[in-house]
């Protein structure tokens, strides 16, 4: 069965650093999304791409968060300096138009 | 803006009973969709059913079923014959239909509840 993956699984950075989370959607699918789960926390949406675009992208979303697809399979989010605040568990989900799939996530943590 | 309401940050239920975990939403939309997420300790976001709203007929997936009452706004997930892998946080999630139904391109984002932890005793 098609599934969502993402690399690398856990992550441990410096505070300042740049990251570069990386996810493989079900091919076929149309939309893709990026969400972070703080520890304990509900999880949050960030971005939806669509169409090699931005489709929308919430608060938490801002200068310092970018998404591409450069090569037409993988989604990427990258994060160029990263802050304490941004550790958490990041998912990546894909679409048909009807429901998400979402990866196992990666772990991020910043110190 | 959506929002989804889990009044309940924690449940336990006995192996082989049945627990109701309770969702509220508020939506000015007609058109959507409404999701139970599982979330075991790996925290990965595994589906576990979903439900139309243009649908009457509550959604099933074996032991679990939905209890969608679309008039009031809730969405409740009855797990029945509960087992120790159902051990888990429960999430409540909502979609616009907006994307689907009309294929605008714009893709819908999941709302997503504060999860319920559900614990099973033996």
């Known amino acids: 069965e098609p599934e969502v993956t993402q690399t690398p699984s856990h992550q441990v950075t410096q505070m300042g650093q740049e990251v570069i989370l990386r996810c493989v959607p079900i091919?076929?699918?149309?939309?893709f999304y990026w969400y972070r789960q703080i520890l304990g926390q509900k999880v949050e949406f960030l971005v939806s791409?669509?169409?090699?675009?931005?489709?929308?992208k919430s608060e938490i979303f801002d200068d310092q968060f970018s998404v591409e697809r450069p090569d037409g399979s993988n989604f990427t989010l990258k994060i160029r300096s990263t802050k304490l605040e941004d550790s958490a568990m990041y998912f990546c989900?894909?679409?048909?138009?009807?429901?998400?799939?979402f990866g196992q996530g990666t772990r991020l943590t910043v110190v | 803006a959506q929002t989804v309401t889990q009044s309940q940050p924690e449940m336990s239920v006995q192996e082989a009973e049945t627990v109701t975990l309770s969702c509220t939403y508020d939506?000015?939309?007609?058109?959507?969709?409404l999701f139970w997420y599982k979330q075991p300790p790996s925290r990965q976001m595994i589906l576990v059913i979903r439900?139309?709203?243009?649908?009457?007929q509550n959604a099933t997936e074996n032991r679990f079923s939905v209890n969608f009452q679309k008039a009031a706004k809730s969405f409740s997930l009855k797990i029945s014959d509960s087992q120790l892998g159902d051990a888990a946080m429960y999430f409540c999630?909502?979609?616009?239909?907006?994307?689907?139904?009309?294929?605008?391109?714009?893709?819908?984002?999941?709302?997503f509840g504060t999860g319920t932890r559900l614990q099973v005793t033996l």
């Open positions: 439900q139309e709203a243009y649908k009457q």
């Open positions: 999630a909502y979609r616009s239909a907006r994307g689907a139904v009309w294929n605008t391109g714009t893709a819908s984002k999941l709302t």
């Open positions: 791409f669509y169409n090699n675009e931005i489709s929308e």
């Open positions: 091919s076929n699918h149309l939309y």
């Open positions: 939506t000015s939309e007609s058109d959507y969709y």
């Open positions: 989900a894909s679409d048909p138009n009807t429901e998400a799939f």
